[in-house]
């Protein structure tokens, strides 16, 4: 395919205090950064090869406080890099995802988690040459809104935050104000609403719980453990669950720069090895993995209580969930969040198309030009999870088809 990216793509806001997507600062530091990155010496062989096989680079990771996380924080909790040979250095903590892709474009850091819709923009959006390697978790998010709306059409009229326009919380959310006969609108905060419009901001994940108690919004969709939080915190409630409405989606995933895989293969082996390991303890070990990442662990990865993240990790509340209406689709049998590393190509065709009709700020010239099936093949290198995964008892220790393919299901 002959794919010639358009300008990047994504929110700006026009405050350069705002603590939202990305800021006119962040957009320009990162056009820069990506501009230099994609230029500089260290993409060439012989640069790379200088630094040898890659066995003593340190596993740098950058992330943010959610759960979306867990596997790279398990990995490095219970030292699995260094049992596959690799020095970890202590986990950087972000508080936005302008953050986390700076620094890993930027070099600070070389393994994230990142929004699966958020790779494509940055591939393809600003031609960062980075890839994923494997998937870190599947759900994970809801829709939560003010304990005293009941129903998608009463949000009508009110506004909504989204953790980054380029998020399969945004495209969820977009699915489901469509279903129900509402409009997404990105307006101004004071601007008239009509009712059948709901207005979209981008807020940090850390500062939806307090915008919801505040009233500032009428509801949020992210990552938990937020959602967990403002339900067991009284201000919010669970409207929708993600999952039940794409089943099992991937949301974060784990993202490489192509040249740490192209010059540095063994390296990028082991890194694989230990996420998926840590997935695989994970499934099995949900409340010590609550309490790992939890602020009362010594390693204090995350904010959070264990009792929010056991909510998330060990519960799937589904009985109340299925009579509220949260969770429709019963014979899905889905935990709240789970956790399996595969990339099925089949997610990859069908987000790009469906976020293709999803708005988003910015110009999204490249999403037009971008083809579903190139996007699979291109976006993702499955080498290194299909070794890990065959090492750990094949795709039947994650419940995966045995030929490792599946049929996208949305039933909004």
Known sequence: MDYKPASRAIHICQSSDCDCGM????FLRLSALTAASIASPLL????????????????????????DATPLLVAHGRKLFEAEGLHADKPRLFRSWAQVIEAFVSGQVNVIHLLSPATLWVRYGTR????VVAWNHVNGSA????????????????????????????VILQQILQANGLVAVTRSKDAALKPNEVNLVVLAPAEMVSALAGKSIAGFIVAEPFNAAAETAGVGKVLRLSGDVWKNHACCVTFLAERDIVERPEWAQRVTNAIVKAQLWTRGNQLEAAKLLSGSDDHRYTPHSPQVLAKVL???????????????????YQRRIDFQPYPFPSYTEELVRVLQKTRVEGDNAFLARLDPRFAA????DDRFVRKAIAAVGGPSAFGLPADLLRKEVLAV
Not at 23 to 26: A, I, K, L, S, V
Request: avoid cysteine; proline fraction near 6%.
């Open 23 to 26: 800021t006119r600062r962040d």
């Open 44 to 67: 060439s062989a012989g640069d790379a090869l200088a630094q040898g096989s890659g066995s003593d680079v340190p596993v740098k990771i950058g992330y943010l406080p959610i759960t």
């Open 128 to 131: 960062f040459p980075a890839k």
């Open 143 to 170: 829709l939560t809104v003010a304990p005293n709306i009941n129903s998608v059409a009463e949000l009508g009229g009110k506004t909504v935050a989204v953790p980054f326009w380029y998020s399969i919380h945004n």
């Open 314 to 332: 060990a519960t799937t509340d589904y009985a109340a969930y299925e009579a509220s209406g949260a969770a429709r689709n019963k014979g899905w």
């Open 377 to 380: 093949r291109d976006l993702v």
